[in-house]
């Protein structure tokens, strides 16, 4: 059973002032992956979902839209961050944003 509501769809929003890209349910923050950002290039150096939310995809959705985000943006990536790197790996359409 899920612990989320169904009417309102999760949602990735960048936060530059706090460094990470969020996960939202509605207003609750259901996830975040922090980053830093030097020139062209995107750190990613930590992820997490918060326990109510594992295991339904919004880790998937934060990891595939922050990469969207930044290659959009034209940046490299950095993956420091065990999640995102494992989901690279998972996913090599997006090994070629990798620094």
Not at 21 to 41: N, Q
Not at 67 to 95: K, M, N, Q
Request: glycine share 8%; hydrophobic share 30%.
């Amino acid at each position: 059973m899920s612990l989320r509501s169904d009417l309102v769809p999760l949602t990735v929003t960048d936060n530059p002032a706090e460094s990470r890209y969020e996960l939202r349910d509605g207003d609750t923050l259901a996830g975040t992956a922090a980053y830093r950002v030097h020139d062209d290039t995107v750190t990613f150096t930590h992820t997490e979902v918060a326990d109510a939310y594992e295991g339904q995809g919004g880790g998937s959705q934060l990891a595939r839209e922050a990469l969207d985000d930044s290659r959009a943006r034209g940046r490299r990536v950095v993956a420091r961050c065990p999640f995102i790197s494992g989901w690279i790996e998972r996913h090599p359409d997006y090994t070629e944003l990798l620094r």
